[in-house]
């Protein structure tokens, strides 16, 4: 079956969605350069917002913000594809610290999905201005907001948005059980593809458990290092600092993305590392190398040294070999 040029934008938006930030971003720009002509208002709005969420995942700030200009050209559009422009630039002015002028393109995107468009699965702008209305101290309204956006996704029955309410509400109700809301955003998601919100959720629930003063370190510590396998793998580097910025305060070592990974390993621990954590055993390995199996050993105690893990079981993540869905 052929697909339209704007089941190509919505398969695009899907994917970053789904968390596969390298994969969507190398189909964004795709439909940017071959086929922007062709694409309706909304398919174009929905192109530039989603390349823009995705160059903030991964903290390129000055193409986002050459984005959000791009966007202008379609703020006054009616109905969806206006308040998909609104909601981009209001994501786009949360990051550059501007959270009075975020509020208000949230608002305003809210008044142009009013009624049978509004809806929190396709375009989710009460969550945007919660936050805003707390950065501007207004926490109550932005609990509001939050609670709103939580019961037309419970409505909906759409996951996603479920866990995206509570992930909200989590970080501006101060008064509610946060721990308990993660963990429910968490199981909200079920098989449901969100490997990003996903690892901002494990995030902020490592975050919490760790303030909490019991004793749940070793989960913390196995919400931090899936988030961060991921955030290497798709240069979030945003996220991938907050990560370890949180296994810091614990005394962990961060494990390098692959590319440190590799940069770390001299030409033979490379070799070493590549061939134990296909499997082989040490013997094996000395076999295959023509070395001793102590100089095998040898090598592997440098690799687990530099790459901050204890055991070959770690060699796959930290050498970029596993493949982590979700």
């Given at each position: 079956?052929?697909?339209?040029?704007?089941?190509?934008?919505?398969?695009?938006?899907?994917?970053?969605?789904?968390?596969?930030?390298?994969?969507?971003?190398?189909?964004?720009?795709?439909?940017?350069?071959?086929?922007?002509?062709?694409?309706?208002?909304?398919?174009?709005?929905?192109?530039?917002?989603?390349?823009?969420?995705?160059?903030?995942?991964?903290?390129?700030?000055?193409?986002?913000?050459?984005?959000?200009?791009?966007?202008?050209?379609?703020?006054?559009?009616?109905?969806?594809?206006?308040?998909?422009?609104?909601?981009?630039?209001?994501?786009?002015?949360?990051?550059?610290?501007?959270?009075?002028?975020?509020?208000?393109?949230?608002g305003r995107a809210g008044r142009m999905v009013a009624g049978d468009h509004d809806d929190p699965e396709l375009l989710?702008?009460?969550?945007?201005?919660?936050?805003?209305?707390?950065?501007?101290?207004?926490?109550?309204?932005?609990?509001?907001?939050?609670?709103?956006?939580?019961?037309?996704?419970?409505?909906?029955?759409?996951?996603?948005?479920?866990?995206?309410?509570?992930?909200?509400?989590?970080?501006?109700?101060?008064?509610?059980?946060?721990?308990?809301?993660?963990?429910?955003?968490?199981?909200?998601?079920?098989?449901?593809?969100?490997?990003?919100?996903?690892?901002?959720?494990?995030?902020?629930?490592?975050?919490?458990?760790?303030?909490?003063?019991?004793?749940?370190?070793?989960?913390?510590?196995?919400?931090?290092?899936?988030?961060?396998?991921?955030?290497?793998?798709?240069?979030?580097?945003?996220?991938q600092s907050r990560v370890r910025r949180l296994l810091e305060r614990m005394g962990e070592p961060a494990r390098p993305?692959?590319?440190?990974?590799?940069?770390?390993?001299?030409?033979?621990?490379?070799?070493?590392?590549?061939?134990?954590?296909?499997?082989?055993?040490?013997?094996?390995?000395?076999?295959?190398?023509?070395?001793?199996?102590?100089?095998?050993?040898?090598?592997?105690?440098?690799?687990?040294?530099?790459?901050?893990?204890?055991?070959?079981?770690?060699?796959?993540?930290?050498?970029?070999?596993?493949?982590?869905?979700?």
């Amino acid at each position: 079956m052929l697909l339209t040029r704007a089941d190509l934008a919505a398969r695009a938006c899907a994917a970053a969605r789904a968390g596969r930030i390298t994969a969507a971003l190398a189909e964004l720009e795709r439909l940017r350069a071959e086929e922007w002509d062709r694409l309706g208002d909304l398919d174009r709005a929905a192109v530039l917002t989603t390349t823009l969420d995705c160059r903030l995942a991964r903290g390129d700030l000055s193409t986002a913000m050459s984005l959000g200009e791009a966007l202008g050209a379609f703020l006054d559009r009616p109905g969806l594809a206006g308040a998909v422009a609104h909601y981009g630039r209001g994501e786009l002015s949360a990051a550059t610290g501007d959270p009075d002028l975020a509020a208000g393109h949230f608002g305003r995107a809210g008044r142009m999905v009013a009624g049978d468009h509004d809806d929190p699965e396709l375009l989710p702008w009460r969550v945007g201005a919660a936050l805003a209305a707390v950065r501007l101290g207004h926490r109550r309204e932005g609990a509001v907001l939050a609670r709103e956006h939580l019961a037309l996704a419970r409505e909906a029955g759409a996951p996603y948005a479920v866990a995206l309410g509570l992930r909200t509400l989590a970080t501006v109700d101060a008064h509610s059980d946060r721990t308990a809301m993660l963990r429910e955003a968490r199981a909200a998601l079920g098989d449901v593809p969100a490997a990003r919100l996903a690892a901002q959720i494990d995030t902020d629930l490592a975050g919490l458990l760790l303030l909490s003063g019991r004793d749940d370190s070793l989960e913390a510590l196995a919400l931090l290092r899936s988030a961060e396998t991921y955030a290497g793998r798709e240069e979030l580097w945003p996220l991938q600092s907050r990560v370890r910025r949180l296994l810091e305060r614990m005394g962990e070592p961060a494990r390098p993305v692959r590319g440190e990974a590799l940069a770390a390993l001299t030409a033979s621990e490379r070799r070493v590392a590549r061939l134990a954590a296909d499997g082989l055993t040490n013997r094996q390995i000395a076999d295959r190398l023509e070395v001793t199996v102590k100089a095998v050993e040898w090598h592997l105690s440098h690799v687990y040294r530099k790459l901050g893990i204890r055991s070959r079981a770690g060699l796959p993540v930290s050498l970029g070999t596993e493949t982590v869905a979700r």
